[in-house]
């Protein structure tokens, strides 16, 4: 059981590159999301996923595409890089409903340069 | 709509004091109260959960809906204790999401 697997783990872009960073999960956890971490920020939701074919903006969409074609996979795609993206981006999963815990990635560290 | 608060950017103790890091949150409902830990360069961790009402690691945090706070507090610090602390809410119309505050970086010096 490896819990949420992000890959990879460095990342260093140039300005207009597209780019994937790959997000699975091995606990059949229907809901998935995208986080970006940025200092005096916290975290932020990018994308998120209630389930297999089906997805929905978070606070901070612009600049990302994603899509969820099977329960395991939530893949983040980048597809102009701008040196604004470069952040610490995390990819959690968690069972559906309230009191179930959300588990996070070991978060993938992308610099647009 | 629902902010997080956490008015401390960083948070230097001596080892063996008392910390407490505050976290304010506004939400029109009943949300559920996290504090997530995270060392250097790892991944976000569970520390507490309002609901469990439990210790972990010598941490404690209580809701307090009047005042919408939920402080993290340890009586005495360890140097294990240096690291990035966030508070976070998930609404009960959104289990998958958290909305987290800015995060709170303890130093524990000896």
């Known amino acids: 059981n490896a819990g949420v697997t992000q890959t990879p783990k460095f990342q260093v872009l140039k300005t207009g590159q597209s780019m994937t960073l790959q997000c699975a999960q091995d606990m059949n956890h229907e809901y998935m999301s995208w986080y970006r971490q940025d200092p005096g920020m916290g975290l932020r939701l990018i994308h998120y996923s209630v389930g297999a074919g089906i997805t929905d903006q978070g606070e901070v969409p612009n600049g990302y595409n994603v899509s969820r074609s099977t329960t395991e996979d939530f893949p983040l795609r980048l597809l102009s890089a701008a040196p604004s993206q470069t952040s610490v981006y995390f990819c959690?999963?968690?069972?559906?409903?309230?009191?179930?815990?959300?588990?996070f990635g070991e978060g993938s560290w992308l610099t647009v340069v | 709509a629902q902010r997080v608060t956490q008015p401390e950017k960083l948070l230097s103790v001596f080892k063996g004091a008392p910390v407490e890091l505050k976290c304010n949150y506004s939400?029109?409902?009943?949300?559920?109260l996290f504090w997530y830990v995270q060392y250097s360069r790892q991944r976000l961790q569970l520390l507490l959960r309002?609901?469990s009402r439990e210790s972990i690691k010598g941490f404690t945090a209580d809701l307090n809906k009047g005042e919408t706070s939920f402080h993290l507090k340890k009586p005495f610090a360890q140097e294990e204790d240096s690291a990035m602390y966030y508070c976070?809410?998930?609404?009960?119309?959104?289990?998958?999401?958290?909305?987290f505050g800015a995060g709170t970086q303890v130093v524990v010096t000896p």
């Open positions: 309002h609901i």
């Open positions: 959690a999963s968690s069972p559906t409903g309230l009191g179930n815990t959300i588990y």
């Open positions: 939400y029109s409902g009943s949300p559920e």
């Open positions: 976070a809410l998930r609404g009960t119309d959104s289990w998958g999401k958290l909305q």
